[in-house]
């Protein structure tokens, strides 16, 4: 199927060039938000904090308890649901693992042999077309489910691999990673959220690719870009500058040792020491406009309910703990019937996207109309 294939790939490029996405009116450079993946947030304590705007929940824990999206419309009338999930590899907890990954020879070696608290992921062959498919369909369920946008965990794979290491078990390079995360950003884009907007998608981590495919996606999240835990320097915070500069959100999570007690989640009422809580805020480290989040050290405190602001406020202020419930993580996962699952046959469909695009290019085609009721704003890539 030549001819497909160039129109795909011809396709491809227009739609990059020319893709209008439509963003919600609070999306915007510096809002306040919280992220929450270590356990499911409780959705009958009353939400803390009530200001911010944006939320990254975790996709599984969102499925199984499909109630997070009502509470939290209700609770913060602007909220804008981001959607965490592993892109990089497949996890027990993952509500495909059985179904899908478990016996499907996708899997290769374990995050990481020398951390053995995440020994049940394993990274998934992402040049094979069947797992793009299946991380697709998390994204079109992340859409199915309310959720506003996605966040796609570990689209760093080509760091183990580097020198020969072939650490993920596949060989896999950063090319590989630009093609896969360039497939995904045209998969969101293709669609139209429940509140009306296009289903965004942003960059997690991994510096290098900012150039290759940061003009492709709508917002970045950054795991320690100060390096503040790290002996060696490589600070990453500047490389998302791009980001700002171009009206998207950049969310910075730093983990200063002194917030909170790793092995029990609790949380200092003072938040983090002076000294940490200064390093972990200060703007000058190519982190100005970032919506920042003081957050836990490891173990299960980590990416928890226990945070910290910095906002503008001195040290010793700004905690804020949101209430979780570890219970709420095994509840059952949806039947797959309950969500809405795309044919088999899904790379005839993949294909339309991009004629789409390029009949919109070449015959005038009318973009999709916004929700009347917002201002959206929109960005070209
Ligand atoms: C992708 O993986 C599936 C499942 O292991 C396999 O059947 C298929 O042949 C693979 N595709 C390619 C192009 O290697
Ligand atoms: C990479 O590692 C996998 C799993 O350990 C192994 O099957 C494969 O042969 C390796 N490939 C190369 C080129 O070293």
Request: charged letters at 20%; one cysteine or more.
């Amino acid at each position: 199927m030549k001819r497909t294939a160039s129109l795909f790939a011809a396709g491809l490029s227009i739609q990059q060039a020319l893709a209008q996405v439509n963003v919600p009116p609070a999306f915007e450079v510096g809002v306040k938000w919280q992220i929450i993946i270590q356990n499911t947030i409780d959705i009958k304590a009353p939400l803390q904090p009530s200001d911010a705007v944006v939320w990254d929940l975790d996709l599984y824990h969102v499925a199984r308890n499909p109630g997070i999206v009502e509470y939290l419309r209700t609770n913060v009338p602007n909220a804008i649901l981001v959607c965490y999930f592993n892109a990089g590899l497949a996890q027990e907890s993952d509500c495909d693992y059985d179904s899908r990954w478990r016996n499907s020879g996708l899997l290769g070696n374990v995050y990481d042999p020398d951390e053995p608290e995440f020994s049940d992921e394993r990274w998934i062959n992402i040049k094979n077309q069947t797992a793009r498919d299946w991380i697709k369909r998390r994204i079109t369920l992340a859409n199915d489910l309310g959720c506003d946008a996605v966040d796609p965990d570990n689209i760093d794979g080509y760091l183990n691999d580097e020198d020969g290491a072939n650490g993920t078990g596949w060989n896999l390079a950063e090319a590989d990673y630009v093609a896969f995360v360039t497939d995904m950003a045209a998969h969101a884009h293709a669609l139209t959220t429940k509140r009306g907007f296009t289903l965004l998608i942003g960059q997690k981590n991994a510096p290098e690719l900012v150039g290759p495919v940061g003009g492709l996606l709508d917002f970045a999240v950054l795991e320690d870009c100060k390096t503040l835990n790290d002996d060696e320097d490589f600070t990453f915070c500047r490389d998302f500058q791009p980001y700002v500069a171009a009206g998207k959100p950049v969310f910075s999570i730093e983990y200063p040792s002194t917030l909170g007690n790793a092995e029990t989640g609790a949380c200092s009422a003072t938040g983090a020491s002076d000294a940490q809580y200064a390093a972990s805020c200060d703007t000058s480290q190519g982190n100005a406009g970032f919506s920042t989040a003081l957050k836990i050290q490891g173990g299960v405190g980590e990416l928890n309910g226990c945070t910290q602001y910095c906002s503008g406020e001195a040290p010793g202020t700004g905690v804020v703990v949101t209430a979780t419930d570890p219970e709420l993580d095994g509840s059952p996962c949806p039947p797959e019937a309950s969500i809405r699952i795309l044919p088999t046959v899904f790379s005839f469909f993949e294909v339309g996207i991009p004629l789409r695009a390029t009949l919109r290019t070449e015959f005038g085609i009318k973009e999709p109309k916004q929700p009347a009721d917002k201002e959206a704003e929109t960005w070209s890539h």
